[in-house]
């Protein structure tokens, strides 16, 4: 028959042990409760939500955060540039600052993400199996680059800086990369991210050639949307493909808010 002291000790693992998976689903249901409501606010303030409308209120939190820590700064969304080989691409965000450049390719995916920087395309993983592919993000972000250089060779100085920026609903699972001058990121560590290559490199542009070239990539803008409103019942301007208009499968909406709700599980998987 056990001892007295071996039946106490037992119950009182066992007494903790019940203790941890009700703090664990506690933890759990507030946190996913906190998620969803941040998620039904979103979809308030954005009514007509869906995956491509979730990237641009990504892209809007993402431009206020630069507004209040790069005041000086001009911020270009959905600039529309022309390449040289005569095709359209379109670049998510430009921070042009006197130190260059900083041309942002936001990404609000969900799931993992596995990337690799020599494929074609890299690949988006569910729980359930699910698998998407979407183009390699820095193999667009070289070309939106590209096309910053084009629109603006007459600064042969001007250095532009690649950000490839992931939502934080998803999880970068393995990136195989090796580009120095490429950072792949989170959200959450953008701005220390951006402080950081600022505060170590040296000014390229005066306060003039800042505001010369934002007006002029805001200009060339302009004029390549309504050149393309124009051909629209015509032979429309070549568009290269994005991530928006790519021809393979695309997560959903409500993918992204399974995956998210799947990830706060695993933080509290001990």
Not at 170 to 190: E, F, G, H, Q
Not at 193 to 221: C, M, R
Request: proline share 3%; glycine share 4%.
């Amino acid at each position: 028959m056990p001892s007295a002291s071996w039946v106490g000790l037992s119950d009182i693992r066992d007494g903790c042990n019940s203790l941890l998976i009700i703090i664990k689903v506690g933890l759990y249901l507030n946190f996913n409760d906190l998620f969803f409501e941040s998620m039904e606010l979103d979809a308030h303030v954005f009514p007509t939500m869906n995956m491509r409308t979730l990237g641009h209120a990504d892209e809007m939190q993402i431009v206020d955060i630069l507004e209040k820590h790069f005041p000086k700064a001009h911020i270009i969304r959905n600039a529309s540039l022309k390449k040289i080989d005569g095709t359209m691409t379109d670049v998510d965000l430009l921070l042009v600052t006197k130190k260059g450049v900083f041309v942002i390719e936001s990404k609000n995916f969900g799931g993992w993400i596995y990337g690799y920087e020599n494929k074609k395309n890299w690949l988006q993983t569910f729980p359930n199996r699910e698998r998407y592919y979407f183009p390699n993000p820095m193999s667009q972000n070289k070309s939106h680059i590209s096309a910053v250089h084009y629109a603006l060779n007459e600064y042969k100085h001007l250095k532009c800086y690649s950000f490839i920026v992931f939502g934080n609903a998803c999880r970068l699972k393995k990136l195989d990369t090796y580009s120095d001058n490429v950072m792949v990121i989170y959200a959450y560590y953008l701005i220390e991210a951006l402080k950081f290559i600022y505060n170590k490199s040296d000014d390229v542009l005066s306060p003039g050639e800042v505001d010369t070239i934002s007006k002029h990539l805001q200009e060339t803008t302009k004029h390549m949307e309504t050149t393309h409103k124009k051909h629209i019942h015509g032979a429309a301007l070549p568009h290269e493909a994005s991530s928006h208009s790519v021809h393979l499968p695309q997560a959903t909406e409500k993918s992204v808010k399974r995956t998210a709700s799947s990830f706060i599980k695993n933080l509290f998987k001990w």
